[in-house]
């Protein structure tokens, strides 16, 4: 099978990188790529935004399955315009991709279904929305009602922040904002294989999404991710997957937006059960990262079965391992990254202890150079978390690069939960 995936990422690299092994792909090819998947796939130099251009190529190279890797693409109606050839597609339609795109749909559907979310309110005015956060208190939560790569929400501590954060989103845009009940817990990120009707869900990860160590700083597309999590045991799955993700799934196709693809849910552990942060029309990044390395099925027939509706039936094979992600991100990120540095380092070897996946890196003459705000995703593998995590920052420890930035802390709230239940190897 021919596969073409579409996207640029770390997230695109370790998927490339998987379909690569698959039995079922003869071919990769990413639209663009980036430097660091020359090995693997035939990187096409096109533009996805320029549509008529891809779609033709797509014919031409008699490509059997599209992979939509980012959620811009998506919420502009790609996979609906690649599906109207006749090539199957893994990813949602402009409708379903809503889900994500939409702050306020995603909302209002788990509302109506009952879906187990924070309470929320979309507000269009200052006054209004100043009103909401006085009556329900802080912390509280505001957020940007579009797609802001993961770094439109902002948490206030006090009514100050909350009021000056609240007129600044009001006043950069037309949209509404919405504001949202604090949850406190930890996060989980469960991902899974949708085909309209039937669900598959994959193991379950850890984004750590601030900046810096202990969760402080600015929030960002994620500055590192761990698998599986300890804490998700079968029982706390089978609850995820009743009260939310069969729901969500059922309700999707009910309102006549049936989803296909792989559907994220972002999760926080309350005291009062899983409830919904957000959900994503598309895998996690950097999630992806940890989650498929450790993923034995065929990764091109499951995709193939889930674009074309024949889940049903398929189970998934896992190996027994851990894997961490340190992301090394530039100097500004994520606010003003400062690009075109010098690379130095192993980032290329792929082996059974460590693995980097190039999140944005561009090959200049001679030598790779910084490219984008997240640079590479160090994954480091392992029998235990902590094994996994060892070896993931001893690779880290071979890498640099001028002003890089990285957490140092990834795991850790897992390791606490890890030697407070005594477990050796939960799996
Ligand atoms: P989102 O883009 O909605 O995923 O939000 C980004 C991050 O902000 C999440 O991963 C959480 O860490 C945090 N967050 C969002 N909504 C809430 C909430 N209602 N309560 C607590 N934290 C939240
Ligand atoms: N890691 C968060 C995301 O992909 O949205």
Redesign the pocket.
């Known amino acids: 099978m021919k596969v073409c995936i579409i996207g640029n990422g770390g997230r695109e690299h370790a998927l490339a990188w998987k379909l690569h092994h698959s039995p079922s792909v003869t071919d990769v090819y990413v639209v663009p790529g980036n430097a660091g998947m020359t090995s693997i796939a035939t990187v096409v130099n096109l533009d996805w935004k320029n549509r008529d251009t891809l779609l033709a190529w797509l014919l031409e190279y008699k490509i059997e399955l599209v992979v939509i890797g980012p959620e811009l693409p998506l919420v502009e109606g790609l996979s609906d315009a690649i599906r109207a050839m006749g090539i199957p597609v893994f990813g949602p339609s402009q409708q379903a991709s809503r889900l994500e795109g939409s702050?306020s749909f995603a909302k209002d559907v788990m509302l109506r279904y009952g879906i187990p979310t924070?309470k929320y309110e979309v507000c269009q005015d200052v006054e209004t929305g100043k009103g909401i956060i006085h009556q329900w208190g802080v912390?509280i939560?505001l957020?940007r009602d579009g797609l802001?790569g993961?770094k439109?929400?902002t948490?206030c501590e006090t009514f100050t922040d909350a009021e000056q954060v609240l007129q600044e989103m009001l006043s950069n845009s037309d949209e509404c904002v919405v504001i949202?009940?604090?949850?406190?817990g930890q996060?989980l990120s469960l991902l899974s294989f949708v085909d309209g009707k039937h669900v598959l869900p994959m193991i379950g990860a850890r984004?750590h999404?601030?900046l810096l160590d202990h969760d402080k700083g600015p929030?960002t597309g994620g500055m590192g991710a761990y698998a599986p999590v300890p804490e998700l045991d079968d029982a706390l799955e089978q609850i995820i997957v009743d009260t939310i993700i069969n729901p969500i799934v059922k309700a999707m196709a009910e309102e006549g937006y049936p989803y296909v693809g792989c559907l994220y849910t972002?999760l926080?552990l309350t005291e009062g059960g899983p409830k919904v942060?957000?959900f994503n029309a598309r895998f996690g990044d950097p999630e992806t990262q940890v989650i498929l390395p450790l993923l034995q099925s065929d990764l091109g027939d499951i995709m193939y079965a889930t674009a074309t509706g024949r889940l049903e039936g398929m189970t998934l094979e896992w190996s027994k391992e851990y894997a961490s992600c340190v992301i090394l991100a530039s100097e500004g990120y994520p606010h003003h990254p400062l690009i075109g540095r010098t690379i130095t380092g192993d980032i290329h070897s792929m082996d059974t202890r460590s693995r980097v996946f190039h999140s944005g890196t561009a090959y200049e003459t001679d030598h790779y150079v910084t490219q984008g705000g997240r640079v590479l995703s160090v994954v480091g593998l392992g029998d235990t978390l902590e094994e996994s995590l060892e070896h993931a920052y001893e690779r880290v420890g071979m890498i640099d690069f001028e002003g890089q930035q990285y957490r140092k802390d990834i795991g850790e709230s897992s390791l606490d939960f890890v030697y407070m239940h005594n477990i050796e190897n939960f799996r």
Not at 180 to 184: D, H, K, P, R, S
Request: with cysteine; glycine share 12%.
């Open positions: 702050k924070a912390p939560v957020k802001c993961g439109g929400v948490i949202e009940e604090y949850m406190q996060e984004d999404k601030r929030n972002g926080m942060v957000e």
